[in-house]
């Protein structure tokens, strides 16, 4: 164990050897490092200065969070991503989802690797303004399971922040994984004096979805994080009515193309509409009645786009060329410029 850092024999949720409640908090009971811990002598963690001097030539950091899991927070993240290196901004993105890693996929990574050089470690480049940092990049195969406990997640993540070598950047996007556990605390205390522009939290409209989200609101006001505002995603499902699939009613029967034809005869006009329908029940209000509760900003809704999930899959922004998304991306670049014009206010 050097220079503070949690031993990986450690219990879950340990508080750290530097800290004043090494050794005797309750989380300390039963591990074999409690009388050392508590014996040892307590001061800064010589690592956070090391993590300051790689992050003075980041400008701004930006935590994407969600309480509760599938909500599209990743696909959020790789498009926010995306839509910054496309305003020819230059953007990191660092994956701190370590037992569920999803950028190499989402950003068309597979099977990439990562680099070091006398710099420390660099991150696997998307386009020249645009790198990534995962576990992804680290695991033998992509059917690798990570079976950390808290404290070996939590060293990757320090590792991450002070050995990548970002060169100067404009933005830091970090996708975390749902919950407010070791690596949401962790981030927020390597980062927190080099400065937090804010988080975006990510939930679906169902109440099901709400209920984690307000402990995630909670948590960042309990850390003093600002939050940025929350995006209701898969807001209702839209598509091109010419791009629906139909069925029979009771049967498999496909009649697709027996409706177009109808419809292109008697109705053309009706193939230039989008057929929208509620996937989750939003009767409680959704997000934005959720954000007038707890006093704080309502982004906007990315609805459930087809065209979304497809350029996810394949590791493309969906805001140009063929995987332009018609439907969900002028909801994003919406959504985006709010955050962008709060974090200049």
Known sequence: MENGDIPENANEHCPGPQSESAGKSDSCAGCPNQEACATAPKGPDPDLVAIAERMSTVKHKILVLSGKGGVGKSTFSAQLSFALAGMDHQVGLMDIDICGPSMPKMLGLEGHEIHQSNLGWSPVYVEENLGVMSIGFMLPNSDEAVVWRGPRKNALIKQFLKDVYWRDI?????????????????????????????????????????????????????????????????????????????????????????????????????????????VFDSSGGGAERMCREMGVPFLGKVPLDPQLCKAAEQGKSCFEGNNKCSVSAPALKSIIQKVLASMTE
């Open 170 to 278: 404009d933005y830091l996007v970090v996708d975390a994984p749902p919950g407010t556990s070791d690596e949401h605390i962790s981030i927020v205390q390597y980062l927190q004096a080099t400065g937090i522009d804010g988080a975006i939290i990510v939930t679906t409209p169902q109440e099901v979805s709400l209920i984690d989200v307000r402990k995630e609101v909670s948590f960042c006001k309990k850390v003093g994080v600002p939050v940025l505002g929350v995006v209701e995603n898969m807001s209702g499902l839209s598509q091109p009515l010419a791009d629906v699939k139909f069925m029979e009613i009771g049967s498999s029967v496909d009649v697709t193309q027996k409706v177009i034809s109808c419809l292109r005869e008697n109705a053309p006009e009706l193939l230039n509409v989008l057929a929208c329908s509620e």
